[in-house]
């Protein structure tokens, strides 16, 4: 029966994927030439280094051209020189360049190999086919930036006050977004409304990303009133997974993470934090430009309580949760770097602007100088956010608490503070005055060691290079011998040193043999030695004679056996009394009673620091979180890049282009991150509010207004509807810049509710829909797909979590996912993806990404198709329909259809079905749950169930 229904299955996903799942047309728009990702990649990390390091020989104006190769244009780089081409597109293991860099055949640079990193870029750049957008530029080509010219782009002019088009058809004037789409169409005739079949189901994926249940969609089916559809979505933007869905959004555009990335990789244990504050945020209506302060400057703004301080520390963590290499052992290098990655970060984030170009010269193609690079450098130099070390660190505060607990923290670390000033201040004392005794010292590493005895430094307060330990082995047949032949004659204070606790034995046997005979003292170790380490054997005179010795040995002991060192403190005699009265001098009395007492100090405070912290108050989380830098200024302009080769020093501020009479300016003992986060949050910056109302857009409709949605420079897309696009920034502001406002303004709209079947007309007339004459077809993300196979089979987890990483995890390598969580809660590394987010185009971690790829890959098919999560999951949804329908076959494919898609089956697809289960009826339950179980997984394969009509 398993081959039989194996096949059948198969048949059946062939028969039902080639019939009426979904009109395929229009899924994926036509791709620019050079992507933006692509030419970022390659203006950060491509064209530095080459300017660097390889323009000096490789240049058109360069002194002398070494081997004919010309690396200033794509052609010079694409030819190569004298020995052939030197980069081949998608081919690194052919490419010559590579090769040179890798030291394999030349050895270039000259001057030293460059790092693996840069050279895993090169491979990276060609494997990705070696876009380049410099065409025939060549270094000695000057460019000049006009400033008023570069004003008069679209994207840099104020938003401007835009009225709605009159337009003649009644059902297109409710919104003016109807207004401004349907002026554009002309004689295009749009498509007709979706059925509200289809419109509950885009609803509830576009504002929750989770399917609705049948019992909802039928809530809503039967809700005639005229206000059905407003009612549905304000209950939507109220339900905590909206949170959850446009949250996710945000993540992927400030690049988290919940690892470094670089070099060995380490955790960011409390990024989760800022992922669920940015959840919280949306779910709140935190007003965006607020948002944007929060996470560029949080902890310079004012606050009334400690649960906005929270909020506002937190959000700091967007400036540090960049993929960085904290071994850099180049500090300034480093330092650069991590600025370098948030100017990229900020620029296409908030603004639609690709600043990192800018760092190496002036901005190819945008009217963006390199002065204002290092503008903006000079105030995120002016922010403290590295910790020194070998490896380097992030930095972090305390979470703030409530003004109770606070107090009782700031009281308990002031009280311990003090205590640990106090036993400081003793040990000093008593180190002072054991100087002003005569001691010798003798480690164990001088001793003569009979038997076995084993070093450690297990117990960090040994003296010299450590302690020995008898391994509790060997009774009676191990001794540690020492010979004092320094000693000058005179009478001594023996003393043992060694290290406490309950396994050590409780009667050690220590021989002291001098010159008038032996005496053997027994020590027990379980109590911790008189000053610490010291443990005093006794008073006994010495006569430097060669007999004399120290015996510690292990015989007839019941526990570990510790010896680390044996000290001898001289004992002075008072000079008025005779060698055979031996009267100990007064003045040595003295001192050591001042030993002792020092000593039951810092025994008491040592003992009330270790009764305060076993009643201390809650530990207070650590955070990542940005500071103030200690000497705030400006910074030099680097000669091509380059952090050791400084130029001119420059003003901090912002884009001039973009700037305004009304910017902030900053003062000189300050970052200028709270100024920065001013501007860019302005309701006069002609680009935020553009470029954040354009994601709103993309992210309801599948494509923005600007289709560049991270990069609204002169290489991005002009909007199809600048009109629209302003009035949607206006919109926004007006609002309070409030993310739930906008988006049920566009929701509502005609425009958004129109069924996604377009006509023959419309996709010759408007083959990539910028008219919006129908719905766009839309996949659902990585993110939806696997939530939504939870949902259906009644396994997913909808509770907010807050770390997800398992405890004890060191590192991401090799980490297993294990749990059931909604998938913005899944630990999210730069090294390790979720297996089913990965095929289905996660966006790169390591970068920011307004826009994910949607791909169609065999990986995918195969993935639904092989996959055992997916499998267990589809045998989950045939047990949960067989046991809620267990008699109608008929039923339980109709709500199977429900359950999955959101609708009942047409015709064509109930008569497979049925054909399918009849082929495959059995005797067993077993037997029958195989085949529901193969049926509910071709469910899943098929495109209906990945895509949004």
């Known amino acids: 029966m398993r081959r039989h229904a194996r096949q059948s299955w198969l048949m059946l996903l062939m028969a039902i994927t080639a019939l009426t799942f979904t009109n395929l047309q229009d899924l994926s728009a036509e791709e620019a030439p050079l992507k933006d990702h692509e030419v970022e990649f390659f203006e950060t990390k491509i064209r530095p280094v080459l300017i660097k390091h390889c323009y000096e020989c490789h240049a058109a104006d360069a002194k002398s051209i070494r081997g004919g190769l010309l690396l200033d244009t794509r052609a010079g780089t694409l030819q190569g020189g004298d020995s052939g081409p030197s980069v081949v597109p998608g081919k690194p293991e052919e490419s010559m360049l590579l090769e040179s ?78 207004a401004f789409i349907r002026s554009r169409q002309q004689a295009l005739q749009p498509s007709e409304l979706a059925d509200r079949t289809t419109l509950v189901r885009r609803l ?47 993540l992927d555009v400030a690049r988290f993470s919940q690892s470094t990335g670089g070099g060995r990789s380490l955790l960011y244990n409390s990024a989760w934090r800022y992922r669920n504050y940015v959840i919280d945020s949306f779910n709140e209506d935190k007003p965006f430009h607020q948002f944007i302060k929060e996470q560029i400057a949080g902890d310079l703004l004012d606050s009334d309580d400690f649960r906005e301080r929270q909020d506002q520390l937190i959000a700091t963590a967007f400036l540090l949760l960049g993929p960085t290499n904290y071994e850099q052992q180049d500090k300034e290098q480093l330092r650069m770097d991590v600025i370098d990655e948030q100017i990229q970060t900020i620029g296409r984030s908030f603004l639609g602007m690709t600043l990192g170009c800018a760092r190496c010269h002036d901005h190819k193609f945008d009217p963006i100088p390199a002065s204002d690079y290092y503008a903006l450098a000079g105030i995120l130099r002016s922010t403290k956010v590295l910790t020194p070390g070998n490896v380097s660190g992030w930095t972090k505060r305390p979470l703030p608490l409530p003004g109770q607990q606070e107090q009782a923290r700031i009281e308990y670390e002031k009280a311990l503070a003090q205590l640990t000033s106090e036993q400081k201040a003793s040990q000093k004392e008593l180190k002072q005055l054991k100087a002003e005794l005569n001691t010798i010292t003798l480690d164990d590493s001088s001793a003569t060691l009979v038997g076995d005895w084993k070093q450690s430094t297990f117990y960090k307060d040994f003296i010299g290079k450590g302690y020995i330990h008898d391994q509790q082995q060997a009774k009676g047949k191990k001794l540690v011998k020492f010979t004092p032949r320094q000693l ?78 044996i000290r001898f403190v001289s004992i002075p005699v008072s000079a008025s009394t005779s060698e055979t009265e031996s009267e100990v001098n007064p003045e040595y009395e003295q001192t050591l009673s001042k030993i002792k007492a020092t000593q039951r100090k810092i025994k008491s405070i040592r003992d009330e620091i270790a009764e305060r912290k076993q009643n201390a108050p809650p530990e207070v989380p650590e955070i990542m979180s940005v500071y103030e830098g200690e000497e705030p200024g400006d910074y030099h302009l ?37 100024q920065l986060a001013e501007w860019v949050a302005s309701p006069e910056n002609p680009l935020t509010a553009r470029v954040y109302a354009n994601r709103v857009w993309q992210h309801l409709f599948g494509a923005g207004l600007v289709r560049t949605v991270d990069n609204f420079g002169v290489r991005g897309e002009t909007p199809s509807h600048p009109e629209l696009l302003d009035y949607l920034a206006q919109r926004l502001i007006e609002n309070g810049w409030s993310t739930k406002a906008l988006i049920r303004d566009i929701v509502l709209s005609r425009t958004y509710r129109l069924s996604s079947h377009s006509t023959a007309a419309q996709r010759a007339a408007d083959p990539d829909n910028r008219l919006l004459t129908h719905q766009n077809h839309r996949r659902l993300d990585a993110e939806a797909i696997r939530d939504t196979i ?9 509770k907010q979590h807050d770390q997800t990483v398992r405890p004890g995890t060191k590192s991401e390598y090799g ?28 966006p790169d971690p390591n970068l920011s990404v307004g826009r994910r790829n949607t791909s169609t890959l065999s ?31 008929s039923a339980r494919i109709d709500a199977l259809f429900r359950i999955m898609l959101g609708r009942l089956p047409y015709a064509t697809e109930k008569a497979n079905a049925e054909r399918f289960l009849e082929l495959s009826q059995t005797e067993t339950a077993s037997e029958q749950i195989e085949a529901w179980t193969a049926f509910c997984q071709t469910m899943i394969a098929c495109i209906d169930f990945r895509y949004i009509q």
């Open 101 to 178: 860099l890798r030291f394999e055949s030349y050895e270039m640079p000259p001057s030293g190999k460059l790092s693996d990193e840069i050279i895993q870029d090169f491979e990276t750049w060609i494997k990705m086919g070696a876009p380049d957008p410099r065409k025939g530029e060549s270094k000695v080509v000057s460019q000049q930036i006009d400033l008023e010219q570069g004003r008069q782009f679209w994207s840099f002019q104020p938003v401007k006050q835009s009225n709605p088009p009159q337009v003649t058809e009644q059902a297109w004037k409710q919104s003016p977004i109807d």
């Open 859 to 889: 990986t995918q098919a195969l993935y639904l198709m092989n996959n055992p999560f997916v499998m267990q999951q589809a045998e989950q949804i045939a047990r949960r329909v067989n046991h809620d329908y267990p008699a109608d076959q």
């Open 790 to 798: 939870l949902f259906v089979s009644g396994d997913l987890d909808l």
């Open 638 to 674: 680097l000669i091509r890049g380059n952090v050791h080769q400084l130029g001119k020093k420059v003003p901090r501020g912002f884009l001039t282009v973009a700037q305004t009479e009304s910017a902030p300016s900053i003062p000189a003992d300050a970052s200028g991150r709270l």
């Open 488 to 565: 000058k004659s005179g009478r001594y204070d023996v003393q043992l040193a060694y290290n406490s606790a309950e396994s050590r034995a409780s009667r050690v046997p220590v021989t002291i043999k001098t010159a008038t005979g032996q005496q053997t003292v027994y020590v027990n170790q379980r109590v911790q030695p008189t000053d610490g380490t010291f443990a005093s054997l006794g008073k006994f005179d010495f006569r430097g004679t060669e007999e004399e010795e120290i015996v510690v040995s292990n015989e007839g002991t019941d526990g570990y056996v510790i010896v680390d060192a």
């Open 204 to 250: 509830y994926y576009d504002l929750t990303g989770l399917p609705p249940t049948p019992a909802q969609i039928d809530a809503y089916l039967n809700d005639t009133s005229e206000d059905a559809t407003a009612r549905l979505v304000d209950q939507l933007l109220d339900s905590p997974h909206f949170g959850e869905r446009w949250g996710r959004y945000w």
């Open 815 to 842: 980490y297993e996912f294990r749990n059931n969580y909604r998938s913005v809660y899944i630990p999210v590394f730069r090294n390790r993806l979720h297996e089913l987010l990965a095929v289905f185009d996660f």
